[in-house]
C-alpha cells in the first residue's frame, strides 16, 4: 500500500476518535444534571433516573459511531 494513503488512514482514524472525547464529557454532563435535579425534587427519582438512562444511551451511541468510523477508515 501507498505510504502516502496509509498515512491519510491512520490520521484520519485519530481525528474521528476526537468525537469520543466529546462523549466522555457529554455522559459527565448527563450524570451532574440527574444529581442536580434530584437534590431539587426527590419524588422524581424513577422518571428522572429513567430519562439519564436514555440521554446516556445517546450519548454513547455518538461515541460508538465516532468509533465504528474510525475502524473503518483505518481497515478498509
Not at 2 to 19: E, R
Request: hydrophobic share 60%.
Amino acid at each position: 500500500m501507498n505510504i502516502t494513503l496509509q498515512s491519510a488512514k491512520i490520521i484520519g482514524a485519530g481525528l474521528a476518535t476526537i468525537g469520543l472525547a466529546g462523549v466522555g464529557a457529554g455522559v459527565g454532563i448527563v450524570f451532574a444534571a440527574l444529581v442536580n435535579a434530584y437534590a431539587r425534587n426527590p419524588s422524581l427519582k424513577q422518571q428522572l433516573f429513567g430519562y439519564t438512562i436514555l440521554g446516556f444511551a445517546l450519548t454513547e451511541a455518538v461515541g460508538l459511531f465516532a468509533l465504528m468510523m474510525a475502524f473503518l477508515i483505518l481497515f478498509t
